[in-house]
């Protein structure tokens, strides 16, 4: 089989889990066509799994890209070491300009030694790009994102890990689908190896899938006040219930329901933040929300600078009655 990675074209490692592909690959995709407007070449997506073919066939078909599912038996479970050995045989031959990777734990993990192995450059946590003076500058936040900074690469290649929810939701399966290609290859064994996984056990809709998120704060008080919190969310549709990281930090919710930099980025249609006072590791989690109604006491607190709707009251006084008025409604 011919390689069909082109140099110094725009790559994209596809994302995958249990079998799905997992959303943020498609945001990787638009974020590849938003590069490609002012960086024109090709775009290719790879796939890395066991049995990949079926991912490798639906992704060509949803986003019109052309795909290369590498088949490795050895890798059942994501193994790092793995996904750099693997990436750098198959890329270093046409070195592509660019290699889009979510900026997910995964990604995180794999994509700066990728980029050492390489030869290559890299800049962590996207989340936009633009041209200034002719020169392509991709922006990032830094110091827990209190400040906006423009990076610049003069390297051949550069891998980039990009922020989930930077780029909008799944495309719509309406375009031409790509071609799809497949290489087996034999992976060494590792320094190190996956041997089991565990999930998390939890009835809760994925974050990254709830079309609204009502979320929780220090300011709820104490921990059986989410309670209140999931009566809200418990009659809107498609919900689910996080919190910020001091909520995780203090055992009342798992990290897995965590919004922020260090938790999940989320961005559902609805985000209501509850006692939450907007520190900015949180905000770099939620910003990119359809529309976000915040609760708080503080009339002066930093959520309310990315509000639509700011409702100064205690969330304990005010849930009860909205929850009431809702009940009306509907009745």
Request: aromatic residues 6%.
């Given at each position: 089989m011919r390689n069909m990675i082109q140099s110094g074209s725009i790559v994209v490692i596809a994302e995958h889990f249990q079998g799905e592909i997992r959303p943020v690959t498609h945001e990787l995709v638009r974020f590849a066509e938003a590069l490609q407007e002012v960086r024109p070449t090709g775009i290719q997506i790879l796939v890395l799994g066991e049995k990949v073919e079926g991912l490798a066939k639906n992704l060509a078909k949803t986003t019109g890209k052309d795909v290369l599912g590498i088949l490795a038996p050895q890798l059942t479970r994501y193994n790092g070491q793995a996904y750099k050995t693997v990436l750098h045989e198959v890329l270093r031959e046409h070195p592509p300009a660019?290699?889009?990777?979510?900026?997910?734990?995964?990604?995180?993990d794999f994509a700066p030694g990728l980029a050492?192995?390489?030869?290559?450059?890299?800049i962590t946590g996207v989340s936009s790009i633009s041209v200034q003076e002719g020169v392509i500058c991709f922006s990032r936040d830094i110091y827990g994102g209190k400040i906006n900074a423009d990076m610049v690469s003069s390297s051949k290649t550069t891998?980039?890990?990009v922020q989930p929810g930077s780029y909008g939701p799944t495309p719509k399966n309406d375009q031409a689908g790509g071609k799809v290609y497949l290489k087996s290859v034999?992976?060494?064994?590792?320094?190190?190896?996956?041997?089991?996984?565990?999930?998390?056990?939890?009835?809760?809709?994925?974050?990254?899938?709830?079309?609204?998120?009502?979320?929780?704060?220090?300011?709820?008080?104490?921990?059986?006040?989410?309670?209140?919190?999931?009566?809200?969310?418990?009659?809107?549709?498609?919900?689910?219930?996080?919190?910020?990281?001091?909520?995780?930090?203090?055992?009342?919710?798992?990290?897995?329901?965590?919004?922020?930099?260090?938790?999940?980025?989320?961005?559902?249609?609805?985000?209501?933040?509850?006692?939450?006072?907007?520190?900015?590791?949180?905000?770099?989690?939620?910003?990119?929300?359809?529309?976000?109604?915040?609760?708080?006491?503080?009339?002066?607190?930093?959520?309310?600078?990315?509000s639509d709707i700011c409702i100064v009251e205690d969330l304990m006084t005010f849930i009860p009655v909205l929850l009431e008025k809702m009940a009306e409604q509907r009745n």
């Amino acid at each position: 089989m011919r390689n069909m990675i082109q140099s110094g074209s725009i790559v994209v490692i596809a994302e995958h889990f249990q079998g799905e592909i997992r959303p943020v690959t498609h945001e990787l995709v638009r974020f590849a066509e938003a590069l490609q407007e002012v960086r024109p070449t090709g775009i290719q997506i790879l796939v890395l799994g066991e049995k990949v073919e079926g991912l490798a066939k639906n992704l060509a078909k949803t986003t019109g890209k052309d795909v290369l599912g590498i088949l490795a038996p050895q890798l059942t479970r994501y193994n790092g070491q793995a996904y750099k050995t693997v990436l750098h045989e198959v890329l270093r031959e046409h070195p592509p300009a660019y290699v889009c990777v979510a900026h997910s734990s995964r990604g995180s993990d794999f994509a700066p030694g990728l980029a050492m192995r390489m030869g290559a450059a890299c800049i962590t946590g996207v989340s936009s790009i633009s041209v200034q003076e002719g020169v392509i500058c991709f922006s990032r936040d830094i110091y827990g994102g209190k400040i906006n900074a423009d990076m610049v690469s003069s390297s051949k290649t550069t891998v980039l890990t990009v922020q989930p929810g930077s780029y909008g939701p799944t495309p719509k399966n309406d375009q031409a689908g790509g071609k799809v290609y497949l290489k087996s290859v034999v992976v060494v064994p590792q320094a190190s190896t996956t041997l089991s996984t565990t999930a998390f056990q939890t009835s809760d809709l994925d974050l990254s899938i709830a079309r609204i998120i009502v979320s929780a704060g220090r300011g709820i008080g104490e921990a059986e006040n989410l309670q209140l919190i999931r009566n809200l969310a418990s009659v809107l549709p498609r919900s689910v219930v996080c919190g910020s990281r001091p909520v995780i930090d203090l055992g009342w919710m798992t990290y897995d329901r965590q919004v922020g930099i260090t938790g999940a980025i989320v961005t559902p249609d609805l985000y209501i933040a509850c006692g939450i006072s907007g520190a900015a590791q949180h905000a770099g989690g939620m910003k990119g929300s359809g529309f976000i109604v915040s609760i708080n006491t503080d009339p002066m607190a930093a959520i309310f600078n990315l509000s639509d709707i700011c409702i100064v009251e205690d969330l304990m006084t005010f849930i009860p009655v909205l929850l009431e008025k809702m009940a009306e409604q509907r009745n």
